[in-house]
């Protein structure tokens, strides 16, 4: 990295007037005034991320910093644009933001050209949109379109990979909304780095979003997630943008979960869901149960929680396989799920409820592909677990959340009211639930409320 900066160029700039000198001089030879000079490092390619450099504007001249009373500072509500996707919108906090940048993360071919194509075509008579694409070819992007069937007034694509050939088509084309699909392909040439290198797409992207704030056009960057689970290189991206948006979602199942992983503009954490059909992606405004397994009869190792991921109650299947080891390092494994959770989880399930599984291996899984962080899993997950350890399925149509704590107590999770509401609206007959978030009568809209307060009560509850 440090050599691809090169030698950092430094000038000297007058505070008062903004001129530009080479060397550092007593009096200003633009406008005379005295001692008015300081020095700054010049945007050196590969700086021009760093805010120091961002200071300087695309002539390398200064702004010079200025203080202001914040209660001076005039500002208005934020104007919002729908992106005519009710569940996009959500995940933006309430639609889109001008000048907003946003990241929209995934693996290969989860839906986010489709879905952006399709928000682009929508918002196209309202903010003329340009789609550049690095990926594939104009043709196979219009037929795209066509197969979607979407409205193209409105909608520009280029075909281009080079930031600054993009720039320039913007600032001649203005568009109020540009997608670069995707990141990982844009390149700058003020770098000598390989397309695709960290250098190249952290600049090529720093790029973009200073156009956005210069001026007012919202980007959307699209990013490929590595196996880590970092978006390719660019994790750098993350805080340079507004929102970081990721698509979530099961090779094998039509669903697709949009989920806020950081936004400056709504909430964090907040879902939208998706189905995937031959008309691209389909909003699921109503999708509380489309991630339970559906089958008929209960399962040993299975069990239902209600994830209250962002502003909304969704009904989730936990699954578990417990099964003798043949290693002496038994497997851990948790999909959807935080592995050092489980891990922690299997602990307190040893040390405060007796049950040994260091024998075993544990696979956990969320059905459909998506992934729960909040820790109300924590009770479905041993639920799930001692179920298939015991072969033994749970009571039909049973519910369970909770935080479990690492002294085995069972910790009440944050609206618990409004989850045992969904599992009753759902048909749900029984629910195990934490003390705390449990109604006193011991039973809510026909459906029976078991309060645990210790591990050893849920190991009962769940026989
Ligand atoms: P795509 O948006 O290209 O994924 P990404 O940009 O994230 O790599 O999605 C491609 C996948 O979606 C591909 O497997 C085909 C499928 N698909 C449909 O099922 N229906 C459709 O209408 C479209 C356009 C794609
Ligand atoms: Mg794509």
Redesign the pocket.
């Known amino acids: 990295m440090a050599k691809l900066q090169g030698k950092a160029r430094t000038a000297y700039v007058c505070g008062e007037c903004g001129a530009e000198h080479n060397k550092w001089q007593g009096q200003c030879g633009e406008c005379g005034a005295w001692n008015s000079l300081s020095e700054i490092v010049l945007e050196t390619a590969a700086a021009a991320a760093s805010p120091a450099a961002r200071r300087s504007s695309w002539a390398g001249k200064v702004d010079a910093p200025k203080v202001t009373a914040l209660k001076d500072v005039r500002h208005s509500e934020e104007a919002r644009v729908s992106t005519g996707i009710g569940e996009f919108d959500r995940v933006l906090g309430g639609g889109l933001v001008e000048g907003a940048v946003v990241l929209v993360g995934?693996?290969?071919?989860?839906?986010?050209?489709?879905?952006l194509?399709q928000a682009l075509a929508q918002m196209a008579p309202t903010l003329p949109g340009l789609y550049v694409t690095g990926e594939e070819s104009l043709g196979q992007v219009a037929g795209?379109a066509a197969?979607?069937g979407l409205p193209l007034d409105g909608l520009n694509a280029l075909a281009e990979t080079g930031v600054e050939r993009i720039l320039e088509h913007a600032s001649q084309w203005q568009p109020k909304l540009i997608v670069a699909?995707?990141v990982q392909t844009l390149w700058t040439e003020s770098l000598t780095a390989a397309p695709g290198s960290v250098s190249q797409v952290r600049e090529s992207a720093a790029r973009l979003v200073r156009y956005a704030k210069e001026t007012g056009a919202a980007v959307f960057l699209?990013g490929?997630v590595t196996k880590e689970g970092g978006i390719a290189g660019p994790r750098v991206l993350e805080h340079m943008v507004d929102a970081v948006l990721y698509?979530e979602g099961d090779s094998g199942s039509?669903f697709r979960v949009l989920r806020a992983f950081k936004n400056r503009f709504g909430a964090v954490n907040e879902l939208g869901v998706f189905a995937?059909?031959?008309?691209?992606l389909r909003e699921v405004p109503n999708p509380s149960a489309i991630f339970l397994s559906g089958g008929s009869a209960q399962q040993p190792g299975s069990c239902v929680m209600v994830t209250r991921e962002g502003t909304r109650p969704l009904l989730v299947e936990v699954q578990a396989l417990v099964d003798s080891s043949p290693l002496s390092n038994p497997r851990r494994v948790a999909v959807g799920l935080e592995q050092n959770r489980l891990a922690m989880l299997l602990a307190v399930l040893h040390r405060h409820g007796g049950v040994v599984v260091s024998d075993q291996d544990v696979f956990v899984n969320v059905v459909g592909g998506i992934r729960v962080q909040e820790t109300a899993a924590d009770l479905p997950v041993l639920v799930a677990v001692l179920s298939s350890l015991r072969d033994r399925p749970l009571p039909d149509k049973t519910i369970a959340f909770g935080e479990i704590g690492l002294s085995g107590e069972i910790r009440p999770v944050p609206n618990g009211e409004e989850r045992l509401k969904e599992a009753a609206t759902h048909g749900f007959k029984r629910a195990i639930v934490p003390k705390a978030n449990a109604p006193k009568a011991g039973s809510y809209k026909g459906m029976e409320v078991v309060a645990v307060e210790r591990l050893s009560d849920a190991l009962i509850a769940a026989e």
């Open positions: 995934g693996d290969p071919g989860i839906g986010k050209s489709t879905l194509l795209r197969r979607l699909d995707s699209v490929h698509f039509r995937m059909g031959d008309k691209g």
